[in-house]
């Protein structure tokens, strides 16, 4: 958490928000934001900048600058933004950064597990850095069945533990990859390489369906996660199998059962999803 329709549903509430607007003043409170850089050196860089676009590509969210730089955010676990008037909102607790804007509105990011990041990259730094760890959008045309039936050929690996691969699907985390294995009715466990094309077929189907599902709902709030307004996603009240262990299945009514997979928590229904 946030996966790709966390981070979807950010992007498209800051983007008439941000576009447009200049940084007057940037203050980073923890220097594990920037690390290994000097906190204070990428605030006074931020500074002056005006956004040109709010983009994302997989779990990252991309602020494009106007002057060819992007500052790239990784909320890993527990990141979140909110736009709020200049001081209307009392100080957080797991406050590490705020962004003064020039209409008088503050961006602040907080992570109460200080596990995300923020990058100031130049523009010929920034395609090279992501296509280095992510792999195609899965809801873009350039990920189809064979893209990822190739990413998929000769993995020894759970296909649970391929699809969390970002390589292998971009923004696809551990709730999203519950819910498109049980959609498609393939076992957590079952190793990659082994599924044939009718599999391939329903899990590409899977995959686009669930995360479609998250950003109808605005992603799913489990814990820390709300959208920049401070409001609660709704997709948890949609999970099919996720956290749902002893509940039936919605297809056929057998207990939802858990277990390890990729060394996470892994939910599924051990009748529509039989790994003999």
Known sequence: MP?????ETIRVQLEPLLVGRR???VEIRDPRLTQPLDPAAVARALEGERVGSLDRRGKYLIVRFESGRSLLMHLRMTGNLRVTPRGAAAEHPHERAVVRLDDGADVSYRDVRRFGTWLLVDDEELESYLAERIGSEPLESSFGRAALAK????RRAP??????DQRTV???GNIYADEAL???RIHPLRPARELDAPEIARLHRGVRDALRMGISRQGATLSNYATPDGERGGMQD???AYGRAGEPCPRCG?????IRAAGRGTWYCPRCQCLG
Do not use: H, Q, S, Y
């Open 238 to 240: 949609e999970f099919r």
């Open 23 to 25: 940084l007057e003043g």
């Open 182 to 184: 049980w959609r498609a």
């Open 254 to 258: 057998t207990p939802i059962e858990k």
């Open 151 to 154: 990413r998929l050929t000769g």
């Open 159 to 164: 296909i649970k533990a391929a699809l969390l």
């Open 170 to 172: 971009a923004g696809l």
């Open 3 to 7: 996966e790709l329709p966390e981070v």
